[in-house]
């Protein structure tokens, strides 16, 4: 697994400087200035399909890369010129590729590159060049950087995950840190504040994690894996135990830090998470650098200061009914040290797992009879995808109509733009339209003077090369910063191959003001967001997701504690659903004034699946202790326990009306009454009681809430 210690967006951007100026270098020697911009976009198209995986998964997908760059420049090229035939080819590529998107991300990232493909060879058109010359230009770019990226891979076939570990473990801490201020007394008020901002952490950390699910996806499925593989699942498996166990509520944490005010135990507890989120970032970094993880030991020393601090304090509030809840909680936090400690072991110990603990969850659909339901499943105009589909279609039709309508030279740079800026919501297109606009405008200004300083062929290749590279390292993270560099790129390229700059200039940037008014058009006065925007059926799937991860729990404290694949995925779809709940609370706060009311149901709702999903985490974080603490816990309680859970998780996934929900709900209250601990008895029974009867609380405010948000 020994890598060289630099930064990831080096390696990243890597393939992309070695094919452009081997490229560059071609132009320079041959003198072939006229194929350089199809060669250039070329490349550029292959970077932005270019998909993590192995090495015989990256070969299949440069094959089918290849095969439908080919056959779509090739169209482009043959109808170009006559306008009803190339219009229904756009259109029928625009709404196509865009309903391939909604299979998985290699479909839809292929699918929307060979779109940028048509567009590029449109671009690049020229009747003085045999038909087949930009469409081979096209596909020899996208080789050339396949070529690098498979020679990267060969060198480092796992960097990409130790990466994507290390990102994911540095949003942990940021997630760590902010819970940690769940342990302020003096900020005991404002929590409801902190809980929407940790909602949005956790979003963050899920994201991280499906970016190393994939990764390890793409490597643990081959036969034969790479050195070192397990040793990064393990890494992988153990970040995201921690992340349910600093996600468990096992208090009510405004009256916990009210009631330890005058104490140093909540004190205590606030710096041992925050000494733990370091131990994280710690950990991110040791992975982008290769350097071994070492546990530090004040961990160990605060873990035992926190111990003592708690007898002390359980021997003196014995009677208090919160007390289980205070020492499971930190039980639960002592276990992560526990975690942390194993990520120093886990090379020595070796890694010994049973075959199904070893498992990813992918997401390819590779059969034709799981593309056709996937793809059946979103012709609805309930669809986003669908919606989507038939708004670029319908975008795509008015600019074909409008550039041959006006016979405008260099139009179809509005389709680029138009295809580029409208997004599925509303929020997204507006903040993409701004940056779009604004990098075009500072790249037209440097792209059209640069030639003029820059008058040799060597020096503006140089400046292409530079131009290009920049582009793709900030296209996801500053748009309007890649959406400059790419205009200097484009004036540059003209340039060399003799346009008029000055003409191209003005062309360029109007053309960009026209499509992005365009796209917002579409995406104002077709389905716009805000009326499909139904937060109730979002939220109705996020409880839907915490009843199964409810019911793999209670699964587990009957049939014993088992990180299999199957909990696994539940836990991680309960998440990834709680995350879409959060992205959308995100995308309408960008519009308070367009969504209104909406904007507060939908922080309630963010708030309350947290809340609940907290909940059902703590459930999940004491099912090793349930196995630990029999006989104490006797099979006929802990039957009653998953009794009670089940039937909580069917309330969660029933659309009855209010009488049949009010009449369930008095009767699982009745049967927490009947269970309800003595005050002798083991600290799990009373902690497995307090989180069910919190999960009975919150589903009368949850029914009421998705009743307001639809």
Not at 69 to 95: C, D, E, R
Not at 346 to 373: F, H, S, T
Not at 517 to 526: G, H, R, T
Not at 577 to 602: F, K
Request: charged share 15%; net charge positive.
């Amino acid at each position: 697994m020994r890598v060289i210690p630099v930064r990831a967006g080096y390696l990243a951007n890597l393939p992309m400087l070695l094919s452009m100026v081997l490229a560059a270098w071609w132009v320079w020697y041959t003198g072939n200035t006229a194929e350089s911009t199809a060669l250039f976009l070329g490349i550029i198209a292959g970077g932005l399909v270019d998909l993590d995986d192995g090495f015989t998964g990256r070969l299949r997908n440069l094959f089918f890369t290849l095969v439908h760059f080919s056959l779509a420049a090739t169209a482009v090229q043959w109808t170009f010129g006559h306008p009803l035939a190339f219009s229904l080819l756009m259109v029928w590529a625009a709404f196509s590729t865009t309903m391939m998107g909604a299979i998985d991300a290699r479909y839809r990232t292929i699918a929307f590159g060979t779109l940028l493909v048509m567009l590029y060879t449109v671009l690049t058109y020229s009747p003085h060049l045999p038909w087949y010359t930009n469409p081979l230009m096209l596909v020899c770019g996208t080789c050339l950087f396949s070529i690098c990226t498979l020679v990267l891979h060969l060198l480092f076939p796992n960097r990409p995950v130790q990466d994507n570990l290390a990102g994911a473990f540095a949003k942990l801490a940021d997630y760590m840190l902010v819970k940690a201020q769940f342990f302020d007394p003096d900020e005991a008020d404002l929590l409801s504040e902190r809980e929407l901002a940790l909602a949005m952490k956790n979003t963050a950390v899920i994201d991280g994690f499906n970016r190393c699910r994939a990764a390890l996806f793409y490597r643990l499925r081959r036969q034969h894996r790479q050195r070192g593989i397990s040793t990064l699942l393990q890494y992988y498996l153990t970040a995201q135990n921690i992340h349910e166990r600093i996600s468990s509520r096992h208090v009510d944490y405004a009256a916990l830090a009210h009631r330890l005010a005058h104490s140093d135990l909540i004190y205590r507890i606030q710096r041992l998470i925050v000494l733990q989120a370091q131990a994280c970032q710690q950990m991110s970094e040791c992975l982008h650098e290769d350097k071994p993880y070492v546990f530090n030991m004040v961990l160990q020393r605060a873990g035992e200061g926190v111990q003592q601090a708690v007898a002390r304090y359980c021997a003196e509030c014995d009677t208090d009914e919160d007390t289980p809840g205070l020492q499971q909680l930190i039980a639960n936090i002592l276990t992560i040290n526990e975690q942390l400690l194993w990520l120093e072991q886990v090379k020595a110990a070796g890694v010994k797992q049973e075959a199904g603990d070893m498992q990813i969850a992918g997401q390819d659909v590779d059969r034709i009879r799981d593309i056709l339901p996937a793809l059946k499943t979103h012709f609805t105009l309930q669809s986003n995808v669908m919606r989507h589909a038939i708004r670029l279609a319908i975008l795509t039709a008015v600019i074909c109509m409008v550039v041959e309508s006006g016979q405008l030279k260099m139009g179809y740079w509005i389709l680029l733009t138009g295809v580029i800026v409208c997004q599925p919501n509303y929020s997204a297109t507006t903040t993409r339209l701004k940056q779009r606009i604004m990098g075009t405008l500072l790249g037209v200004l440097v792209g059209s003077v640069l030639p003029y300083f820059v008058p040799t062929l060597a020096g503006r290749l140089v400046i292409v090369v530079v131009s290009t590279v920049l582009f793709f390292a900030f296209r996801l993270r500053r748009y309007s910063f890649s959406t400059f560099f790419i205009t200097v790129q484009v004036l540059v390229g003209f340039a060399i191959i003799g346009m008029d700059t000055q003409s191209a200039m003005l062309s360029r940037f109007v053309d960009t003001i026209l499509g992005s008014v365009l796209a917002w058009c579409a995406v104002s006065c077709l389905w716009p967001d805000w009326r499909y925007l139904t937060l109730g059926r979002i939220a109705r799937r996020a409880l839907c997701a915490d009843a199964a991860y409810l019911r793999q729990v209670a699964q587990q404290f009957q049939n014993g504690h088992c990180d299999d694949l199957v909990y696994r995925a539940a836990r991680r779809n309960a998440h990834e659903l709680a995350a879409m709940l959060s992205n959308t609370v995100a995308d309408m706060s960008l519009e308070p004034r367009r969504y209104g009311q909406h904007l507060v149901e939908g922080k309630a709702l963010l708030q309350l699946n947290y809340v609940l999903l907290s909940c059902i985490s703590a459930l999940g974080a004491i099912r090793v202790q349930v196995d630990r603490v029999q006989p104490l816990l006797t099979p006929e309680r802990v039957q009653h326990w998953c009794t009670i859970a089940s039937r909580l998780a069917e309330m969660m996934t029933q659309n009855v009306d209010y009488s049949a929900f009010q009449a369930e709900w008095e009767a699982v209250g009745e049967l927490l009454k009947v269970h309800k601990p003595q005050p002798d008895d083991d600290v799990v029974g009373k902690v497995l009681w307090r989180q069910l009867q919190r999960i009975h609380v919150q589903l009368p405010l949850y029914r009421q809430a998705l009743l307001t948000g639809t």
